[in-house]
């Protein structure tokens, strides 16, 4: 089989699986599981090939494998679709397809397949446990078997198919099909025990937060097609003259260029979907969903897609210096504020997700200060060990969740970093690749794959003289050490703080198996990359991951001449933030102990309340008018607004941070225009259709009248 | 004028006006009825054009499915209106306002455009526009992608057809 | 010896000499020439048809072990003659509440729908109206206006009976156009063209019916109730409906209805033959060489009558023997078995041909006949089985016979 | 021979007409009448292009198919649609439909 | 276009005669209408309320069913003429087509829409 025809089946089987499992095998666990997993496996085998083919082949950036079809006759010519693999897609499908396959794995073990049905679960509920009668008739609780094991799985799958369907296109617009895929199935999976109130209203917050981010990047698509008349990457990119006429600056809004304003909206959707500040309020709430799909959705798949894209955009986003200025801002500033948020919080879940905006933060601020291979680097060791990480915070909430069934004590939090301790001898295998991730994740020198990104984007922003960038991203790192030791120390550390940890136990081999592979990738794919220049261990093992991804652009990036400054910084963040939480954390013992439990960042900065204060009351408040109280005044409205707006907030918290006061100001303001736009529009919808159709018509003529004469009559 | 001109423009003739007997006839039946006689001479009109694939699915679709469907429909529905009050809306001169302000629109397009007086080429000798067609629509370089999507199209209108107008759970006991 | 190949060139030439020696332009003269033979056509069909009404009452009479009309002439052969002048003088009787041009419109369309089908009837491979390479769907096209014109003869009566049963025949007619549809398909992939002298020219040497007798079978069925005769009378239905859609016709109109229900069965009858016995051409035999003198135009013309007066009296026989089908039986004799049935024949025969298309012809025909024996072999035995179980609900000791009252 | 003019202006005249049935009718089943009389002014125009452009190129051909399907999928639900309302709220007065507002 | 104006003499044709025959019959057949004879005939009884009864839905389902399998089967007539030149993937796309279809039959023969209740 040719490799084109190959990386055309890549996102095949999970799409297979999804409607095999949907359609048949719905009723059988069993059967269901054995279809996904063996389509992530056959996705992974196909992966793994075309990688491996991808490897053997000089060139590559020049040579990539393409192939596509005709799609969509428009006009003359054709719409075509198709898949590329180059030296980038390779590097990415390949990170992909391993943490897929393991989350899939997990799943199984994480589900608790095998076990029998719950004494009372239900479906959209977490299963509660089921209790069971051994031979010396004594009665025991254990774990229970989801209910909708098998629509788990298919819903795996189609988000892997969504997900190899980004990797693998060709253009913006397959990339845009599996990116919305992707949307609908973080929905449907952060939903998926959508018999809490708190996850569907996160499932619903994680899709209307996206959509917007999505909304401006499909305006992105359709302004570079309808400039381009084409969306395939490598035809825009390598088309000098468009990219030329494209990068001329101060043709449109605030100065920007062509290519500025479309990097820049395609950069928003990004922002939406890799949980950028101000669109990462998703993310926490997302940790509703079962552990699996936290990491499917933070590590593997989703937020990596976002910076996937801005990064295959790359070419286009370095035309303007002023989107690239905004790119490298939103980046940094989300890198240091995710990360001191990350430091208050005690769900051992929620740690890792603002963890995760945070490195996401680090590869945005990367690629906006054009350290385009760096970015790469750190998305493809960020990925296995963040996926790691979830795994293992997933196995631990497991065990946990363990301990909580044999006391019977459904008061204590599972996930709540304080009730634990101690779990380093109940569960070793998690300790040990927990331990493995979290160093990765604070850049443990020499050893981990996190040093070696995450030195390399300090090391690009020194060498280009973002001074500012490498300072911030500095403290980042430091911040990022310390909260990880934070957590390692607060849960696996110290003696046991609840009766629950103490009868913690280690997870089944489903469930293990995929950290240990995982850790092994968290520390070795560090080597890869390497740079040639470190003093006593560069030259060792070949600089790959540089020269081989750094094909992929025209101009090969240069390789950045080895400083020592940059080093020494991250040497010092990484090894004192560890330091400092552990010296710190082993003699907390709760809540009230830690210092660091600051309101405004236990609270998030208030992101989600100032939301709610700015967008949702008005738009729930703007319903309501239109529904009840439509004829009744502005000020029975704006009762109304403030009603269910400041209802969970408190006057104390908004005067003390400044904040809402302006928020109050704007809503206020936007709300009283918005009820008179409405009020002065209403009439016009009368639900009759045949006057719909009139005022379109005539809408219609007079566009088309006017179109018709400003173009002139070239007809 | 040449005989296929005089042809043309009886069937035209006769076209527009059923068209014309059929949005302003207030019996239903008979609107429906005119609507047949239109879609004939759109169907002569095709046949004319020399595409008579068309002209015979325009019979056998329009006046053999639809037109029955239609009639049904009203049979249906007629209870209520038993051809009785006003069958246009009161602000129907604004329609025909519409309507005229949209043929003029048209045609005033229509009237700079260098194409229109061209006269149709000679069909080729032998050839065959149902061969053509059944190639166009089969074969893999040309529509059918379309022709599996009509397909698609029409099963989605069958179930949703039958599921909106007999939905059993509408309670309605008249069924 | 034109006159024995091609008579129909021949007088139209002789007329169109004649006309434009009287100074009418060549276009015109051929237009008139075209215009009379299609009316000295449908002029001999008008005949033919009086015929069928005595040939109808004829059968009809042995069926039921009587003599038939005897009186008037030999064999009564001048009775249908009288009964024209009969319908000719009676008295025209419009309902007061019908919808006049509607109602007079009906009877007019119904004969018309029948008299334009054989525009495209091959009596020999030079005599017929016109080679529409669309000719299979042309077929349905008018059975489109048949259907209509019961429709509008059921509205415009002013009569619920004739409502319902104009309502009923269109549900039956319209339902049976499927399979109709779909066994008209089979001898367009056999022949790969729609137009009937393509489709009588494939059937050497194998007719369809030998290639496909399933689709013969379905064909005839539908046929018979696309036509409205019984087992499938619904629309007209005596006992029940009176007479159903034509309930308040008489006189001529009343005969266009009836005058055209026997020449529609005709015409079917002929179309069986086209479309499955070779048409005109008798089965091979007229291109041994020992029998070439019946490579003929009148040979092929009678040939095709005799096919047609054959297909014409299988659906008398039908009709004569057989019961009436309740009407949801009916429907769901169509939907539930005709229309599955005929689509998976469809499937059968597309790639039994697509496979065995390039293989030696007794071959292919051989594949053609077994997948359609296999296929009907699996039709009967399912049939059996379900008729079994249907029985045991009524007859077995198992189940009370409330049950089955309510299937 | 008939210029194109002709076949296009009849076509013009006949989704005006339609048109005006479309926006003046009340009955909903007479609206669905003038849409029909608007897609076949369509596929004049189809079926027109074809015979006066290429005409070994079949697009405007199985376009016109194209739209006889959806002309047929449209009568369908359209007409369901019709019923519906008719057997919940005893109109088919399209003025009388406007529950979708706000 | 000859072609079709043969097919066009051939609906004036057919036309023509039974309106003739209609028409001969209406001046040769007498006219002496009268109000009972223009009754609505129902066996000579009395019409009984409205003649326009209560129409079935049913009759309505299966025009619709029908109605989307007419223009289906349509769609098949090119296809079935080319078929012979157009080998295998025309026949899979042809089944494909049908099957589809099939499946419409299917659901509505699941929803009990075919059935005469």
Request: glycine content about 10%; some cysteine; aromatic content about 12%.
């Amino acid at each position: 089989m040719t490799t084109e025809t190959l990386i055309w089946l890549i996102p095949l089987p999970p799409a297979l699986a999804f409607f095999l499992i949907v359609l048949f095998t719905n009723k059988n666990k069993a059967l269901s599981h054995t279809v996904g997993v063996g389509a992530a496996v056959l996705s992974w085998l196909a992966s793994m090939v075309v990688f491996f083919r991808a490897l053997s082949v000089e060139h590559l950036g020049e040579h990539p494998f393409v192939s596509s079809v005709n799609w969509l006759p428009t006009g003359d010519t054709w719409f075509r679709i198709g898949v590329a693999i180059d030296p980038l897609g390779a590097a990415v499908l390949f990170f992909v397809s391993i943490t897929i396959f393991m989350i899939f794995l997990y799943s199984v073990g994480y589900h608790n397949f095998g076990q029998p049905a719950g004494d009372h679960d239900r479906k959209g509920l977490p299963p509660h446990g089921a209790t069971v009668t051994d031979e010396h008739g004594h009665q025991h609780v254990v774990p229970s078997v989801e209910p909708m094991y098998s629509r788990f799985f298919a819903f795996l799958g189609l988000f892997a198919f969504g997900m190899y369907t980004l990797v693998v296109s060709d253009n913006l617009l397959t990339l845009f099909v599996g990116w919305e895929i992707m949307g609908l199935c973080s929905y449907l999976l952060i939903g998926f025990w959508y018999g809490k109130p708190s996850a569907r209203a996160a499932a619903i917050k994680a899709f209307m937060t996206t959509r917007i981010g999505d909304v401006f990047m499909l305006l992105g698509i359709g302004l570079l097609y309808s400039l381009t008349g084409t969306l395939n990457f490598r035809e825009i990119f390598g088309n000098e003259e468009l990219m030329h006429t494209l990068a001329t600056p101060g043709t449109t809004l605030f100065g920007l260029s062509l290519a500025g304003l479309i990097a820049l909206l395609l950069f928003i959707g990004t922002v939406g979907k890799s949980a950028q500040w101000p669109l990462h309020v998703w993310l926490p709430d997302a940790m509703e969903g079962p552990t699996p799909v936290s990491a499917m959705i933070h590590a593997a798949t989703m937020v990596s897609a976002g910076v996937y894209a801005v990064i295959r955009m790359f070419p286009l986003l370095s035309l303007d210096h002023n989107t690239m200025t905004v790119v490298a801002f939103i980046g940094t500033f989300t890198a240091i504020f995710a990360a001191t948020i990350a430091v208050a919080q005690n769900d051992i879940k929620r740690v890792l997700a603002y963890s995760t905006i945070s490195q996401l933060g680090f590869m945005i601020a990367a690629l906006g200060i054009g350290a385009y291979v760096a970015a790469a680097f750190h998305l493809v060791t960020h990925a296995f060990f963040k996926a790691l990480l979830f795994l293992g915070s997933g196995s631990v909430i497991h065990g946990m969740e363990h301990g909580v069934l044999h006391t019977g004590n459904h008061s204590v939090d599972p996930q709540d970093m304080f009730n634990m301790g101690g779990l380093r001898k109940k569960m070793p295998i998690t300790f040990w690749t927990f331990l493995i991730g979290g160093f990765a994740l604070s850049g443990f020198p020499l050893l981990t794959a996190g040093f070696w990104s995450k030195d390399e984007i300090l090391a690009d922003a020194w060498a280009n003289g973002h001074l500012a960038v490498f300072i911030t991203l500095a403290t980042a790192a430091f911040l990022t050490a310390f909260y990880t030791m934070r957590q390692i120390t607060l849960t696996f550390l110290g003696e046991p703080r609840t009766k629950e940890a103490e009868h913690a136990q280690e997870t089944p081999w489903t469930m293990t198996v995929p950290l240990m592979v995982l850790s092994v990738f968290a520390i070795g794919y560090g080597w890869v990359g390497i740079p040639e220049d470190f003093p006593l261990l560069g030259g060792l093992l070949p600089s790959w991951f540089h020269e081989f991804v750094g094909g992929t652009l025209a101009e090969h990036p240069e390789v950045i001449p080895f400083n020592p400054v940059p080093l020494t910084v991250s040497l010092v963040v990484a090894l004192g933030g560890l330091l400092l939480g552990w010296l710190y954390y082993r003699n907390v013992n709760s809540a009230k102990e830690d210092f660091f439990q600051i309101p405004l960042l236990k609270n998030k900065y208030h992101f989600d309340e100032a939301y709610q204060v700015v967008f949702i009351g008005p738009v729930i408040w703007l319903s309501e008018v239109f529904t009840k109280w439509a004829d009744q005044g502005v000020i029975d409205g704006i009762l109304h607004f403030f009603g269910p707006a400041t209802g969970g907030i408190g006057a104390f918290i908004r005067n003390k941070i400044d904040l809402p006061i302006i928020n109050e100001f704007i809503g206020d303001g936007l709300a009283a225009v918005t009820q008179e736009t409405g009020r002065t529009l209403r009439p016009i919808q009368t639900g009759r259709i045949q006057q719909y159709m009139m005022l379109s018509l005539v809408i219609l003529a007079v566009v088309g009248a006017l179109l018709y004469f400003m173009l002139g009559a070239g007809l | 004028m040449t005989t296929a001109q005089i042809i043309f423009l009886v069937v035209a003739a006769v076209t527009l006006a059923s068209a014309f007997m059929v949005v302003t006839t207030r019996n239903l039946i008979h609107a429906a009825l005119w609507l047949v006689a239109t879609l004939f001479g759109v169907a002569v009109t095709y046949a004319l054009l020399d595409a008579g694939f068309l002209a015979v699915v325009q019979v056998v679709v329009y006046i053999g499915a639809i037109a029955i469907l239609f009639i049904f429909a009203v049979m249906l529905t007629r209870k209520e209106m038993r051809d009785q009050g006003p069958q246009l809306n009161s602000g129907w001169w604004i329609s025909a306002l519409l309507a005229v302000l949209t043929f003029g629109g048209l045609v005033g397009m229509l009237w700079g455009w260098r194409g229109m007086d061209t006269l149709a080429s000679e069909m080729p000798v032998g050839f065959d526009s149902i061969n053509a067609l059944g190639d166009a629509l089969i074969s893999p370089n040309a529509f059918v992608l379309p022709f599996e999507v009509a397909s698609v199209l029409l099963l989605a209108a069958l179930v949703g057809a039958v599921y909106v107008a007999f939905n059993p759970r509408s309670g309605d006991s008249r069924k | 010896m034109d006159f024995l190949k091609d008579p129909l060139k021949l007088a139209a030439d002789w007329l169109i000499g004649l006309m434009t020696g009287w100074g009418m332009p060549e276009g015109v003269a051929t237009g008139v020439a075209a215009f009379l033979g299609i009316f000295v056509l449908i002029a001999i069909l008008m005949v033919i048809d009086i015929f069928l009404v005595w040939l109808e009452r004829k059968v009809v009479a042995r069926f039921q072990d009587r003599i038939g009309p005897n009186r008037l002439g030999p064999f009564g052969l001048i009775q249908p003659f009288a009964d024209i002048i009969k319908l000719l003088i009676k008295e025209d009787i419009t309902p007061a509440n019908a919808d006049k041009v509607v109602y007079n419109l009906a009877p007019m369309l119904s004969m018309m729908s029948v008299l334009i089908l054989w525009a495209i009837i091959p009596l020999a491979p030079n005599i017929l109206g016109v080679d529409l390479n669309v000719a299979a769907l042309y077929i349905v096209a008018t059975g489109a206006i048949g259907t209509l014109s019961i429709i509008m003869a059921g509205w415009s009566s002013n009569n619920k009976f004739a409502l319902l049963g104009a309502f009923r025949q269109v549900a039956v007619m319209v339902s049976f156009e499927i399979p109709m549809v779909a066994s008209l398909l089979i001898p367009t992939i056999l022949s790969g063209s729609m137009g009937m002298n393509a489709i009588t020219r494939a059937q050497y040497p194998l007719p369809f019916f030998i290639l496909s007798p399933l689709a013969a079978l379905i064909f005839l069925i539908a046929a018979i109730a696309e036509l409205g005769r019984a087992p499938f009378d619904m629309g007209e239905a005596e006992s029940e409906l009176i007479s159903g859609y034509n309930v308040e016709y008489s006189g001529m109109k009343f005969g266009m209805f009836y005058a055209g229900e026997l020449l529609h069965a005709f015409t079917f009858g002929g179309f069986w033959g086209i479309l499955f016995f070779g048409g005109y051409g008798l089965f091979g035999l007229e291109k041994l060489p020992a029998l070439a003198f019946l490579d003929n135009v009148y040979i092929n013309m009678l040939t095709l009558i005799v096919k047609a007066v054959i297909g014409y009296w299988i659906i008398m026989w039908v009709k004569y023997t057989m019961m009436r089908i309740r009407i949801d039986h009916m429907l769901a004799f169509n939907w539930k078995f005709l229309t599955p049935l005929s689509f998976a024949l469809l499937i059968v025969t597309a790639l039994v041909h697509a496979l065995a298309k390039d293989a030696s012809p007794w071959v292919y025909g051989l594949s053609m006949f077994l997948s359609n024996l296999v296929l009907g072999w699996i039709v009967v035995e399912f049939l059996r089985r379900y008729s079994r179980a249907e029985r045991e609900k009524v007859e077995g000791p198992a189940k009370p016979a409330m049950e089955a009252a309510g299937h | 021979m008939i210029p194109l003019s002709w076949y296009l202006i009849f076509a013009a005249g006949l989704f005006s007409l339609g048109l005006f049935g479309v926006l003046a009718r009340r009955n909903a089943v007479a609206i669905l009448l003038g849409v029909e009389l608007m897609l076949n002014a369509v596929n004049i125009n189809l079926a027109a292009f074809w015979r006066y452009g290429n005409v070994a190129d079949m697009t405007g051909q199985v376009f016109a198919i194209i739209v006889f399907a959806v002309a047929a999928a449209e009568v369908a639900v359209g007409l369901a649609l019709v019923i519906s309302v008719y057997r919940s709220r005893n109109t088919v007065v399209a003025d009388e439909i406007d529950m979708l507002k706000w | 276009m000859n072609q079709w104006l043969l097919v066009a003499f051939f609906f004036i044709v057919g036309l023509i005669i039974p309106v003739g025959a209609i028409g001969v019959a209406a001046i040769l057949g007498p006219k002496k209408p009268n109000p009972v004879k223009q009754e609505t005939y129902e066996c000579g009884l009395e019409t009984v309320g409205d003649s326009w009864v209560q129409f079935k839905a049913q009759y309505y389902i299966f025009a619709l069913v029908f109605l989307i399998f007419d223009v289906e089967t349509v769609f098949l007539f090119p296809w079935a003429v080319r078929l012979g030149q157009l080998g295998l993937f025309a026949v899979i796309e042809g089944i494909v087509f049908i099957a589809i279809l099939i499946a419409g039959l299917v659901y509505t023969w699941r929803k009990g829409m075919l059935e005469w209740a």
